[in-house]
């Protein structure tokens, strides 16, 4: 009887292992919540970044915020006013940006979002001239007060010490928001 037990316990182990979504509740809509989170997360990210707006950036983060980059760990939010400082020089130097970037991957339940994935920023200058700079992120998210909020935030510019190119960028195509 104990061998029988044991068999259905590694049974079930390997269904639940095989069918990610059958330990969520049968009634969470998954693509309704990334839908959500894409309208009041990722489209007001990308407006803000590509308006210069340090401030309505930073709107979309929570009080408390991880922040993780190869220059290290940020758990006072200094980088929400590196923002603004940042935002602040673009316009000041004229420049232009344009932000585009796609999902990797997503893994999401009713109260949290693990969002991976890969960006492409272009930087304009006065003289036209235009760089890119490429980079994977990965952001945590939590539903806080009904709202979702950018909890941890890590992004990186290489992958196992080879940097990310035009190349890597270019494998999907760029979200678009309505």
Not at 89 to 110: E, H, Y
Not at 143 to 169: H, L, N, Y
Request: hydrophobic letters at 40%.
């Amino acid at each position: 009887m104990r061998s029988i037990m044991k068999m259905l316990h590694i049974c079930v182990l390997t269904l639940l292992a095989v069918l990610p979504g059958a330990a969520l509740p049968a009634d969470l809509d998954v693509r309704a919540i990334h839908q959500e989170i894409d309208r009041t997360v990722w489209k007001n990210f990308q407006q803000a970044f590509e308006q210069l707006d340090g401030t309505a950036l930073n709107a979309v983060y929570a009080d408390q915020v991880l922040r993780v980059t190869p220059a290290g760990i940020d758990t006072q939010n200094a980088f929400k006013q590196d923002n603004k400082t940042r935002f602040l020089t673009n316009i000041s130097n004229g420049d232009r940006i344009k932000l585009d970037f796609w999902f990797d991957s997503r893994r999401t339940n009713a109260t949290t979002s693990y969002d991976v994935g890969f960006y492409r920023v272009g930087i304009t200058t006065p003289t036209g001239r235009t760089d890119h700079f490429y980079g994977q992120f990965h952001i945590v998210l939590n539903r806080i007060d009904g709202v979702w909020r950018i909890v941890q935030d890590w992004d990186t510019a290489s992958i196992g010490g080879r940097p990310i190119t035009a190349e890597d960028f270019n494998r999907q195509t760029p979200v678009r928001f309505k």
